[in-house]
């Protein structure tokens, strides 16, 4: 079982549709949880970033997390155009990177916004 | 916008090229990466350097050696490279090697500079 596992899509919504990603882990340790958006052939950008459960607000995005399920989701509310990208899922147990514990990412989901 | 620059954006080289990806941020970070990202998958961690000197190295090919000249600038020198190793190479900062996200430390990543190897 791989450590994180995200569907790759793709997946197609109408403009104004709420948008659901999701990842889900095998690492109980893992407390950092990141979203990043990719936009094709450019870097990754943080979207999002939480620490151990709960959820986190900003503007039309809203990132949970379920430790006890090991389920995050990133939820898009009013989903424009402009959104259509990949959305990657990124996770950590310890808050640096040393071997064995860097920042391990989802493989993305694309996301594709029709106006 | 993103606050790490990378140069060149693209890059074509020959297999016996000498070439060099160079990375410069002025966030006052103390901690550098190095990801490779190919086509469709997640990036994947190279190096790592805090505070100038090389924390990790992620069992990398000596093709490819990185420099941390100061705090703001990373190089990645390439060298008798493969069509394999062709991909999206992308520079990152943190803080520091400890990345605490309760006070706002995270990761942040440049625009990439695109290799491909001829």
């Known amino acids: 079982q791989k450590e994180v596992e995200q569907d790759p899509g793709p997946l197609s919504v109408p403009e104004g549709a709420i948008v659901s990603l999701n990842c889900t882990y095998s690492?109980?340790?893992?407390?950092?949880f990141m979203w990043y958006r990719q936009y094709s052939r450019k870097g990754p950008e943080l979207l999002m970033y939480t620490y151990s459960s709960g959820n986190k607000e900003d503007g039309r995005f809203t990132a949970q997390v379920d430790k006890s399920s090991k389920y995050i989701s990133l939820f898009i509310r009013d989903s424009q155009p402009s959104d259509s990208a990949t959305y990657l899922c990124?996770?950590?147990?310890?808050?640096?990177?040393?071997?064995?514990?860097?920042?391990?990412f989802g493989k993305g989901t694309t996301l594709s916004v029709s106006s | 916008d993103t606050e790490v620059t990378q140069t060149p954006k693209h890059l074509v080289m020959g297999m016996t090229n000498k070439k060099s990806l160079k990375c410069e941020q002025h966030?006052?970070?103390?901690?550098m990466y190095w990801y490779k990202q190919k086509a469709k998958k997640p990036p994947e961690l190279m190096f790592v350097y805090s505070y100038e000197k090389l924390s990790i190295n992620e069992s990398v090919p000596s093709r490819f050696s990185p420099e941390c000249p100061n705090s703001s600038l990373l190089n990645l020198h390439l060298h008798a490279l493969q069509p394999e190793d062709s991909a999206l190479y992308l520079c990152?900062?943190?803080?520091?090697?400890?990345?605490?996200?309760?006070?706002?430390?995270?990761?942040?990543f440049g625009e990439g500079s695109w290799l491909t190897v001829v």
């Open positions: 966030m006052g970070h103390r901690a």
């Open positions: 690492n109980s340790a893992f407390q950092y």
């Open positions: 990152a900062s943190s803080q520091d090697k400890r990345w605490t996200l309760s006070s706002g430390n995270t990761i942040y």
């Open positions: 990124a996770m950590s147990a310890a808050g640096w990177n040393q071997a064995g514990t860097a920042l391990i």
